[in-house]
């Protein structure tokens, strides 16, 4: 039997990444991204049996232009027509979409109306979805939302403390993201710990450029620190995280920023690069504050704070914890966050096992902890995979 294709698309406002996933071996055929859309510059990296293209998309070329440049690839390797679904990420699904859907017309009318919890996310996606469909007209497209897993989250961690009818009448609650990786996460620890899934209570901490942490019990997403947008929460690279509301109208009355100045500022501006005045790039802070910048190590600290603060605080919920889990570009490669974040937390008698900390960073995933704490494990996050797999299970029903 030839092989079937699974193609993963992930849109950004002016980025693009996918994947095309071999839907019996679960490996990647082929990956790669998009940059820059929209800009003077655009790029286009396709990563195929061990080869890397770079490909300089027209100025200002935009999704359309490089989907239609991936699929002209897509036939130049002649891979295209064993592809049998499209599966799209969509960041948000609001309370509409439990589980990841088929996409027709009417799914995109309600993602469209979604959008509006989501303006800096949603509308990306539904450009996405809409050149693919040009470009892979015949073939199911199926979402998978990003909230999908939290929609689990019992009324008291959901709600905010605001009036109820705007929640009700509005849908002002927390929903919560990163849920194919925590997902993931959750799939994967039970099998290293050996628990059933549905037994399984654990922290999975996704600390990439956006991070959140979820905690998961009895193998369902109980709390998790992105709220209505994926702003709230721990420090991420250019995000604030938790903030009082209050600056923001500061901001605006008292310095005299625009409501969009201030979304920017919030958004591209804060967290780990705004704090060092330097990066976003966690390399980078690392280094510099190795080498004794003073911006650098006050943002890894307070990345570091309030992480650990997090990850106390989520075992309220849960009661008992078997395995803290790290994943993301950070949580899978900087043993020096994760040895900070876990000596933050000796309380719970966590021990770092050094050598098998550092291991992790080169590839060793595994435990990182001595037998005499509790447990923490690094493992990588396969957010495509499970875009795949859902993609996949929709579109045989359907068959
Ligand atoms: P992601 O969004 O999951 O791709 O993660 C991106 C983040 O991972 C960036 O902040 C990178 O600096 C960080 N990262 C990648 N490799 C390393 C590394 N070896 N050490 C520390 N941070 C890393």
């Given at each position: 039997m030839s092989n079937k294709f699974i193609f993963v698309l992930n849109c950004g406002s002016s980025s693009l990444k996918f994947a095309l996933i071999d839907s019996q071996s679960q490996q990647q055929v082929l990956s790669g991204l998009a940059d820059a859309l929209g800009s003077a510059k655009p790029i286009l990296k396709i990563k195929y049996q061990g080869n890397k293209e770079t490909i300089e998309l027209a100025k200002n070329a935009a999704h359309q232009i490089a989907i239609d440049t991936l699929v002209e690839r897509l036939k130049r390797f002649q891979l295209d027509e064993s592809i049998i679904a499209i599966g799209h990420r969509v960041v948000h699904g609001g309370e509409k979409f439990q589980q990841s859907v088929i996409i027709t017309d009417d799914v995109i009318t309600q993602i469209e109306q979604v959008s509006q919890l989501a303006p800096l996310h949603n509308p990306a996606n539904i450009i996405g979805i809409k050149a693919a469909k040009k470009a892979f007209g015949q073939l199911p497209h199926v979402a998978v939302f990003d909230t999908e897993l939290h929609q689990t989250l019992p009324e008291k961690d959901f709600l905010y403390a605001l009036p109820y009818a705007l929640y009700k009448e509005h849908g002002i609650r927390r929903y919560g993201f990163h849920g194919t990786s925590h997902y993931y996460i959750t799939q994967q620890a039970a099998k290293t710990l050996n628990i059933d899934v549905d037994k399984l209570n654990i922290i999975s901490a996704h600390l990439g450029n956006g991070a959140s942490i979820c905690a998961i019990k009895n193998g369902k997403s109980v709390d998790t620190s992105m709220g209505l947008t994926p702003l709230e929460g721990l420090v991420m690279g250019t995000r604030t995280g938790?903030?009082?509301?209050?600056i923001s109208q500061y901001l605006i009355?008292?310095?005299?920023?625009t409501q969009t100045q201030v979304n920017v500022l919030f958004n591209q501006q804060s967290g780990l690069l705004g704090i060092s005045e330097l990066s976003n790039d966690c390399r980078v802070i690392e280094e510099q504050a190795l080498a004794g910048h003073q911006g650098a190590r006050l943002a890894l600290d307070i990345f570091c704070y309030r992480l650990a603060k997090y990850i106390a605080s989520y075992t309220v919920p849960l009661g008992r914890l078997d395995a803290l889990v790290f994943t993301g570009g950070i949580g899978e490669n900087s043993d020096v966050i994760r040895a900070n974040v876990l000596n933050l937390l000796q309380i719970f008698g966590f021990s770092v096992n050094e050598q098998a900390n550092i291991a992790a960073r080169f590839g060793q995933a595994g435990i990182i902890t001595n037998e005499s704490g509790p447990t923490a494990l690094v493992i990588p996050t396969n957010e495509e995979l499970v875009i795949a797999q859902d993609a996949l299970a929709l579109t045989q029903q359907e068959l």
């Amino acid at each position: 039997m030839s092989n079937k294709f699974i193609f993963v698309l992930n849109c950004g406002s002016s980025s693009l990444k996918f994947a095309l996933i071999d839907s019996q071996s679960q490996q990647q055929v082929l990956s790669g991204l998009a940059d820059a859309l929209g800009s003077a510059k655009p790029i286009l990296k396709i990563k195929y049996q061990g080869n890397k293209e770079t490909i300089e998309l027209a100025k200002n070329a935009a999704h359309q232009i490089a989907i239609d440049t991936l699929v002209e690839r897509l036939k130049r390797f002649q891979l295209d027509e064993s592809i049998i679904a499209i599966g799209h990420r969509v960041v948000h699904g609001g309370e509409k979409f439990q589980q990841s859907v088929i996409i027709t017309d009417d799914v995109i009318t309600q993602i469209e109306q979604v959008s509006q919890l989501a303006p800096l996310h949603n509308p990306a996606n539904i450009i996405g979805i809409k050149a693919a469909k040009k470009a892979f007209g015949q073939l199911p497209h199926v979402a998978v939302f990003d909230t999908e897993l939290h929609q689990t989250l019992p009324e008291k961690d959901f709600l905010y403390a605001l009036p109820y009818a705007l929640y009700k009448e509005h849908g002002i609650r927390r929903y919560g993201f990163h849920g194919t990786s925590h997902y993931y996460i959750t799939q994967q620890a039970a099998k290293t710990l050996n628990i059933d899934v549905d037994k399984l209570n654990i922290i999975s901490a996704h600390l990439g450029n956006g991070a959140s942490i979820c905690a998961i019990k009895n193998g369902k997403s109980v709390d998790t620190s992105m709220g209505l947008t994926p702003l709230e929460g721990l420090v991420m690279g250019t995000r604030t995280g938790d903030l009082d509301p209050a600056i923001s109208q500061y901001l605006i009355e008292q310095l005299n920023y625009t409501q969009t100045q201030v979304n920017v500022l919030f958004n591209q501006q804060s967290g780990l690069l705004g704090i060092s005045e330097l990066s976003n790039d966690c390399r980078v802070i690392e280094e510099q504050a190795l080498a004794g910048h003073q911006g650098a190590r006050l943002a890894l600290d307070i990345f570091c704070y309030r992480l650990a603060k997090y990850i106390a605080s989520y075992t309220v919920p849960l009661g008992r914890l078997d395995a803290l889990v790290f994943t993301g570009g950070i949580g899978e490669n900087s043993d020096v966050i994760r040895a900070n974040v876990l000596n933050l937390l000796q309380i719970f008698g966590f021990s770092v096992n050094e050598q098998a900390n550092i291991a992790a960073r080169f590839g060793q995933a595994g435990i990182i902890t001595n037998e005499s704490g509790p447990t923490a494990l690094v493992i990588p996050t396969n957010e495509e995979l499970v875009i795949a797999q859902d993609a996949l299970a929709l579109t045989q029903q359907e068959l």
